[in-house]
């Protein structure tokens, strides 16, 4: 394979990442100022892409078998494209539609893009330049518009994608793999545990800084500098991962963070709302580690774990996202909330140990995906 096409693929992959995280981050940003979003609404409206994501991921392999890869990522595209402008058209029943179908469509592009990314940075880094793009620039987007044009504005970026697939050839390169086993199971308990804490900072992060009487320009901006600090990790994590010996310790140490600014914004959100902010932005490195096994999981390139893992993983992160907004509602408050989010950190390191040390073999099957592999992949139990 030449050097050219290697770079090509490389850019789609990062193009592509970029379109899985603005459509959920910018409604974040945006959601204390959606005047047909409040209570349940607003609830739903931070779980709802959770479970969509959720039952998109299931349905990707039954959808690649009927039409193959690369019509697979257009159909997600189109989808995509007209569910983001859509949603703003609308009261709060096209906005829940709306951002449920442009779930659906993202849940497709993430569930394909760790299997053609096999392991590379640009897949990982391409998700948290969305993310921080949809946090910072949708709250500039409100003030200087609506509410409504800076969420429909991520209609474009998804546009852009479409066109820049439709000439690609369907043709990846696959990075060394890196050894070991891990348990699909426990997997699949780890990447639900970090979603829900991912979505949750995503989703709430500025309503809980705003609540404690921070001001909505430096809420805002602090859920664009915890997108911005997950940048570096989502870049740096998918080389920890192939290289790092000691998984578990890895797993601890992405965890970390989070439970010193989930912490923070428990005791004193107003005291330090940037070093909260901070601190889950670098716990999103986490999220690249869960990414990054699914890629290097086993020696085929099925679809079947990736659909499994982040499938059922973000229907318990729905879950547990919903649940949270319900202890809020319910309360009043944000202490029974994240003291819930600190039980799930805990959740999450105890199931990343499992998902990395139980070891079983898994027999290899065909590779639906054009890529050309460079090393042997660790496998994985179910």
């Known amino acids: 394979m030449s050097r ?14 970029l379109n899985l995280r603005p459509a959920v981050t910018s409604l974040g940003a945006a959601l204390p100022d959606i005047s047909i979003a409040g209570g349940l609404v607003a ?58 179908l442009a779930c659906l469509s993202i849940a497709v592009l993430g569930t394909m893009l760790p299997l053609l990314a096999q392991g590379s940075a640009a897949f990982t880094f391409g998700l948290g330049v969305g993310s921080t793009a949809g946090a ?13 044009v800076a969420l429909g504005v991520w209609a474009t970026a998804a546009l852009v994608a479409h066109q820049m697939w439709r000439r690609t050839p369907g043709e990846f390169v696959s990075p060394r793999s890196a050894p070991g086993t891990v348990s699909a199971s426990a997997l699949t308990i780890h ?43 989502m870049w740096l994590v998918p080389g920890w991962t192939r290289r790092w010996r000691n998984q578990t310790l890895l797993i601890v140490v992405l965890a970390t963070p989070n439970v010193i600014g989930v912490t ?20 999103m490195g986490a999220l690249a580690f869960a990414l990054t096994t699914i890629s290097l999981r086993s020696k085929d390139s099925s679809v079947a774990l990736s659909a499994v893992v982040q499938g059922v993983g973000y229907v318990i992160a729905g879950f547990g996202v919903l649940v949270c907004g ?21 959740g999450q390191m105890v199931s990343g140990h499992i998902a990395v040390t139980r070891r079983a073999p898994t027999p290899a099957t065909t590779s639906p995906f054009p890529v050309r592999p460079q090393g042997d992949a660790p496998e994985v139990a179910a």
Request: glycine share 12%; hydrophobic share 55%.
């Open 4 to 17: 050219a096409t290697t770079t090509v693929s490389t850019l789609v992959i990062f193009v592509l990442a």
């Open 264 to 283: 923070g914004l428990l005791l004193a959100p107003a005291a330090a709302p940037w070093l909260w902010a901070a601190a889950t932005g670098t716990g």
């Open 43 to 100: 609830a739903l409206l931070v779980a709802l892409p959770l479970w969509a994501i959720g039952l998109g991921g299931w349905a990707t392999p039954w959808l690649c078998g009927r039409v193959g890869t690369h019509r697979t990522v257009t159909v997600a595209l189109i989808g995509l494209v007209l569910s983001l402008a859509g949603r703003v058209l609308g009261g709060s029943a096209e906005l829940l539609i709306g951002t449920a």
């Open 136 to 148: 910072l620039v949708t709250p500039t987007a409100v003030m200087s518009s609506s509410w409504r």
């Open 326 to 346: 319900w202890l809020h509602t319910g309360t009043g408050t944000w202490q029974t909330p994240l003291m819930l989010v600190l039980a799930v950190l805990l």
């Open 191 to 233: 990447f639900g545990l970090i979603s829900t804490v991912t979505f949750l900072v995503m989703g709430w992060l500025p309503g809980i800084l705003r609540d404690a009487g921070v001001s909505p320009t430096t809420a805002g901006a602090c859920l664009a500098l915890s997108m911005a600090m997950g940048l570096p990790m």
